[in-house]
């Protein structure tokens, strides 16, 4: 009997996709953290920013990832105009995300959760989205620095926590809202910007909240369409200074700006990023001349939080899809999550996922709560650990979760295969894992209590598991060889991330997963690859728990 075409092209065997669904209602992982840090009250907000996100926003995401920016250097009549256009979507993602507050909740709503709140929105416009969530973390991360000049500030703040979207090539002065990037390092100097070159002199006065010319250029301006940058450049006498540059001057005139390039990347594609020219930018100087770095610093402690925040929503976004497709997909008799070995990889990515949001989670906590000195040390010190250890976890984590869905999952119109391209660039951006070491080095010497806070910090959990105590234990013994400590950091500062997820875990987590992160990432016969787990944990438990609610 002859087979028609179309019986040998019915697909079967095949998981309906994860969308039209609410991202938020869906995760009660996410739900767990945000509630055991004080972010009951933002409920009503985020279902309906999950509704969004799981929804129309997830096909916008798929958009502004297949249309990518486009640079226009000059108009048709000659004029230079430096414009980057976007698909809709991308504009679509930008405004939804900064009118909800992503960019401003902490900074309007000065109570318990804020912080909580915010970083839930976060992980979910990440979803839909990595690239974009570039210029809104910028944007949210500059206002400690920008408020620190009081004339700049009055200008500035209020349209930043306008909760307005506005796209258009114009004035800042006559836009409600506004978006900030970041431009510091140069082609010659990378992480070390005490290397740079840029130099800016004064106009008229000098000194803090003035008027400055900068001339330079910068490897790196992420976001170039945005309404003004904080930037690094060197005052007389090699003071590197940190200055607030506007894309457009308060005449209305274009600032001298130009934009060279787009870089083309390797993920983080929606978001352009580009390297720029200064010729005589007017910027005004934030702070005193020469105290650039510690300026900029208050901007880049947030950057890197979100950095966690942001690898933490890919492993978490990934294990979500493997579980989900592995559920709708049969192989030897028996749907493919519930095969023993694979329900040892799933519950594997789904404890690794959940830790990473729990410590990422516990800043927030600790942002939220910056009156009180030891979370004020806790903050410098493990936002260095989570950033080096999250975001370098994230890469073979989003690997392997596409490699549980297969082929499918590695073709372009797929989630997975943008979060494994997205995943790397959390960890080299915003200083590069030897760059966190180095940080957190200088943080324990400089500042002796950051220490001690964090080591507390750990000391919480030593009566709550008996491996976790040995453990804690080694890593004081690592700490005391201080002569071999820079050329073994990374060494300890796993043997930290590791440890402090732990103690998160073991004091606020599930003791399901609490117990199965101790026997897996602290046992003598620790773990190298993804579906190792012991027999004696109960995986089947561990899956349900990150198994989309739909």
């Not at 796209?167 to 990037?181: A, R, Y």
């Not at 820079?486 to 073991?506: D, S």
């Not at 026997?519 to 012991?534: E, H, I, P, T, V």
Request: include cysteine; hydrophobic fraction near 40%.
């Amino acid at each position: 009997m002859a087979v028609s075409q179309s019986e040998t092209h019915q697909v079967f065997n095949q998981p309906k996709p994860l969308e039209n669904y609410n991202a938020y209602e869906a995760d009660t992982v996410l739900q767990y953290w945000q509630n055991r840090f004080a972010g009951q009250w933002g409920t009503a907000h985020l279902t309906a920013f999950g509704e969004q996100v799981g929804g129309v926003l997830l096909q916008a995401g798929f958009l502004a990832n297949k249309h990518l920016p486009e640079l226009t250097t000059h108009s048709r009549f000659g004029e230079r105009i430096d414009q980057v256009d976007y698909h809709p979507s991308y504009h679509q993602l930008m405004q939804h995300a900064i009118e909800q507050g992503h960019c401003a909740l902490p900074w309007q709503q000065h109570k318990a959760g804020s912080h909580v709140v915010r970083a839930v929105m976060a992980v979910l416009h990440n979803h839909a989205d990595p690239g974009s969530g570039c210029p809104l973390t910028m944007t949210f991360a500059s206002v400690p620095a920008i408020a620190s000049q009081e004339n700049v500030a009055a200008m500035w703040l209020p349209k930043i926590l306008a909760n307005h979207y506005d796209s258009d090539n114009k004035p800042w002065t006559e836009k409600k809202g506004v978006t900030i990037g970041m431009a510091m390092t140069e082609k010659q100097g990378g992480s070390d910007v005490r290397a740079n070159t840029t130099k800016a002199d004064a106009i008229n006065e000098s000194g803090a909240g003035q008027l400055y010319a900068l001339t330079g250029h910068k490897w790196f301006c992420s976001a170039p369409m945005s309404d003004a940058f904080l930037v690094l450049a060197n005052t007389d006498e090699k003071q590197l200074s940190c200055f607030l540059v506007p894309r457009w001057l308060e005449t209305g005139e274009k600032n001298a700006m130009y934009i060279q390039r787009l870089k083309s990347k390797l993920g983080n594609q929606s978001n352009a990023s580009s390297e720029i020219e200064f010729r005589g930018a007017h910027g005004w100087l934030l702070g005193e001349p020469g105290r650039g770095i510690a300026t900029i610093i208050q901007m880049v402690a947030l950057t890197r939080y979100d950095c966690m925040l942001g690898s933490s929503s890919l492993m978490l976004q990934a294990v979500k899809e493997a579980i989900w497709h592995t559920a709708g997909r049969s192989v030897f008799g028996k749907n493919l999550h519930q095969q023993p070995l694979m329900l040892n990889v799933l519950a594997d990515l789904a404890i690794e996922a959940e830790a990473a949001l729990a410590i990422s989670m516990r800043i927030a906590d600790a942002l939220d709560n910056q009156d009180y000195s030891n979370e004020v040390a806790l903050v410098r010190s493990a936002t260095a650990i989570g950033k080096y250890w999250i975001c370098k976890r994230a890469v073979q984590h989003t690997y392997e979760a596409m490699e549980c869905i297969g082929g499918v999952g590695y073709v372009q119109d797929n989630i997975t295969s943008r979060l494994y391209k997205e995943a790397p660039v959390n960890s080299i951006w915003e200083g590069s894992g030897n760059v966190q070491c180095l940080d957190l080095l200088r943080v324990f010497s400089r500042e002796p209590e950051s220490l001690k806070v964090l080591i507390n910090e750990l000391e919480k959990a030593r009566s709550l598991h008996p491996d976790f105590a040995i453990k804690l234990d080694e890593l004081k013994g690592m700490l005391t060889d201080t002569a071999n400590l820079e050329m073994h950091a990374r060494r300890v500062i796993e043997k930290l991330a590791l440890l402090w997820q732990a103690a998160t875990l073991l004091q606020f987590g599930e003791p399901l997963i609490a117990d199965a992160f101790v026997k897996s990432r602290l046992s003598d016969a620790g773990f190298s690859q993804y579906g190792c787990l012991s027999h004696d944990i109960d995986c089947q438990a561990i899956v349900s728990r990150m198994m989309p609610k739909l």
